[in-house]
């Protein structure tokens, strides 16, 4: 069509490199995925042994332990220790993201349920439950320090709840309209925009806890928290959009850094020995739209190195210019020593949404292996910038859509690489807003010296939020899966992957161990142990609800065990089984896995309620949308919506004929075409035509509007 024929030229003008796919078989020599020699780790930066303190396991987030008694030749004899129900079996929708912590035999979590846990790690006995609000937020882990257990609320407020007991020792509100920010009204909310939210993990060191917060694309001013860990006094705060006299300030066009979003969602890194932060914040507001917000937008997109107990920026890293594709990159930074050549080299592992890590010296920020301002296409009315950071190395996903797997753009829509630009048009990019790898936890083996993380090969289609719009969604019909991939620092180029059913890029972290064994679950609630060198699945778990948190490890008495809590995620599947399962499990356990759940639909399914074909005359009227409560299309037009097919979900039997109707009062042309599998198209129809086609075979098909590909219709025949 025109519009893909001019997106294409676009991106052809406006010089955007070509990228070929790092395509590695799936087994690999043994010998070939080492990335070693590994120097010993610093303080701070040493593997956890009987204990997993907090998320992420130590200072540098490498989410490895130094245990292993469990091995790639006994881990078969893994079962069940022990499993219970946090909140009673409770399956109502909620969200679990909280990775476990475990110290002195003891492990402490959140649920979503706004309760926190500290439950016996060699029984499953539950200890203590503190209860701290009740509106719903991301719970994503605990810090522990100084006999005490840190949390945030959906209320945004940080407690500290005595470590033995559970009970409250102090609470401090934070996010109040106006707090510490001269540029703010505190009459107007938080800067005109939203208030946002408390997120991420609480990390705990040398006396202060760390505390992000949440709500970019609600328009909240992003901020990180450092507090006084024994009374909750602010020590400081480090904001997102920086405010008038500000180091960045300038990179926000007008006034826009009032609202400029910027938060940081994931918890830090922190280096002991040169006393800084390591903190991620993510992208700008409006997300796709950078209409109104011209400029670099500092510090959106960008790891800031920060000063542990001043709060001071030290310096700071861009990955991506005025983001408007919502590639903000926020993953938990990973810091680790490396032997490069003859060279000991204190790095800082950074992203990635898209696809590519950015791998920088810690104490100065600059790029262990180069960095290109490559030249992308642009949008003057995005105000989009000329270039965008490329590191040395090589990307570990397609840094574009392919026909090879399930980034096989839905048709009709216009496509593009990443960076390309849009409008109002939905365009089809790969890395999508949900990576790459997202959010998932990375893991180091100082073993193998290589770092391993899930992504997701899930497309996005975005277009601006003018006129109702959708932004960043995910092409219904489209199909989802993804893998794990196998990175060398030392090149930043990958190693092996394998790829699999499900996407793992929202919180299915990786735990490795010094047995040579790593763990990772996914949405259909299965955890894996994967053999390190090649990551064949050595064992396998049914959990019950899907796993979107770490597994950790832990030692008691000798024995040691894995943990992990289970209770589903929202994305990238909206159907993915939910629960509140705490399993923990060692060699020769006895409790049996859960009963196996429905797993998530691996497309990306239409959820509208179905609708028979007998009580609408078996008649699909095109660019309309379905009025559930009258029973009938629409009265207007509409080009936008994702859903503009009345009914959306049609159900008939075999045999029947279907017609598409472009009704009289429609300005536009329309059409229905059937994909991936090319049933029926009706060609496009001008205002008041019509197709029809009968279904001879039972099935569930797929169909998008030609000439606006959003628009997209399932019909199911029985």
């Not at 807003?433 to 193998?448: K, Y």
């Not at 990306?604 to 609708?611: D, F, G, K, L, S």
Request: with cysteine.
């Amino acid at each position: 069509m025109r519009r893909r024929n001019f997106l294409t030229g676009a991106a052809i003008a406006g010089g955007t490199a070509a990228f070929t796919p790092f395509r590695a078989p799936a087994h690999a020599d043994p010998g070939s995925t080492m990335a070693l020699p590994v120097p010993r780790q610093p303080r701070g930066l040493e593997p956890t042994g009987g204990d997993f303190p907090k998320v992420g396991g130590n200072l540098g987030n490498q989410n490895h332990s130094s245990l292993r008694r469990i091995t790639r030749r006994n881990v078969r004899h893994l079962g069940g220790a022990w499993h219970v129900n946090l909140e009673g079996g409770a399956t109502d929708g909620r969200a679990q993201q909280s990775t476990v912590v475990a110290q002195d035999g003891v492990l402490y979590v959140q649920t979503a349920q706004q309760n926190v846990f500290a439950v016996d790690g060699r029984t499953g006995e539950i200890k203590w439950k503190t209860n701290v609000g009740s509106e719903r937020t991301n719970m994503r882990g605990v810090g522990l320090g100084g006999g005490l257990v840190y949390t945030t609320s959906g209320s945004n407020i940080v407690y500290a709840l005595d470590q033995r007991t559970g009970g409250v020792v102090w609470q401090r509100e934070l996010l109040i309209p106006g707090e510490g920010d001269p540029g703010c009204d505190p009459q107007n909310g938080q800067c005109g925009g939203n208030r946002g939210g408390l997120a991420g993990a609480v990390v705990y060191h040398d006396g202060l806890i760390y505390v992000g917060t949440e709500g970019s694309t609600a328009g909240a001013r992003g901020r990180g928290y450092a507090l006084n860990a024994r009374t909750g006094e602010v020590a400081w705060t480090f904001w997102g959009p920086p405010g008038p006299g500000e180091y960045g300030n300038d990179t926000w066009e007008g006034e826009s850094w009032k609202t400029g979003g910027a938060v940081c969602w994931m918890h830090p890194a922190v280096d002991p020995e040169l006393d800084l932060v390591y903190w991620t914040f993510g992208n700008p507001y409006p997300r796709t739209n950078g209409s109104t917000r011209g400029g670099l937008n500092l510090f959106s997109n960008c790891l800031v190195a920060i000063d542990a107990k001043t709060g001071e920026r030290r310096w700071h890293f861009q990955s991506v210019h005025h983001d408007i594709w919502d590639y903000d990159n926020v993953m938990a930074p990973v810091l680790i020593d490396l032997q490069i050549g003859h060279r000991r080299r204190k790095v800082v592992v950074y992203g990635s949404k898209t696809g590519m890590y950015y791998i920088l010296d810690r104490a100065t920020g600059k790029p262990i292996h180069g960095m290109t301002e490559r030249r992308v296409p642009q949008d003057a009315r995005q105000k989009t910038w000329p270039t965008q950071p490329f590191p040395g190395g090589r990307p570990f996903v397609p840094l574009e859509p392919s026909h090879r797997d399930t980034t096989r753009p839905v048709p009709y829509y216009p496509t593009g690489p990443i960076y390309t630009p849009f409008w109002d048009d939905a365009t089809i990019l790969y890395p999508g807003a949900g990576g790459g790898a997202d959010w998932s936890h990375i893991t180091f083996s100082p073993h193998t010296g290589l770092l391993y993380v899930g992504y997701g090969l899930i497309n996005s289609s975005y277009s601006n939020t003018n006129g109702g719009r959708v932004n960043t969604a995910r092409p219904l019909g489209e199909y989802f899966s993804g893998g794990i991939v196998a990175v060398d620092p030392r090149t930043n180029r990958p190693v092996w992957r394998r790829e699999g059913d499900w996407s793992l890029a929202h919180g299915n972290g990786i735990l490795s161990t010094a047995g040579r064994v790593m763990f990772q679950g996914g949405p259909d609630g299965v955890l894996h142990a994967m053999d390190d060198t090649d990551g064949r699945k050595l064992w396998s778990w049914q959990c019950g609800a899907g796993v979107h948190t770490s597994p950790v490890t832990y030692e008691i008495d000798g024995e040691q065990y894995i943990a992990v809590l289970a209770g589903g995620n929202g994305l990238p599947y909206p159907d993915i089984p939910k629960g509140d399962h705490l399993w923990a499990f060692k060699l020769g356990g006895t409790v049996a896995p859960a009963p196996t759940p429905t797993p998530p639909s691996k497309r990306n399914q239409i959820r509208t309620a179905p609708v028979a074909g007998s009580a609408v005359n078996n008649t699909i009227t095109l660019g309309r949308v379905w009025d559930s409560g009258a029973g009938v299309p629409g009265g207007t037009e509409n080009t936008v919506a994702q859903n503009a097919m009345s009914p959306q979900h049609l159900t008939v039997p075999v045999g029947t004929k279907v017609t598409f109707l472009n009704p009289e009062g429609n300005a536009h042309s329309h059409g229905a075409a059937s994909f991936f599998e090319r049933v029926f198209d009706t060609g496009r129809l001008s205002p008041g035509q019509s197709s029809s086609h009968t279904f001879t075979e039972a099935g569930e098909y797929f169909y998008n509007d030609p000439v606006f590909p959003q628009s997209t219709g399932k019909i199911v025949v029985r």
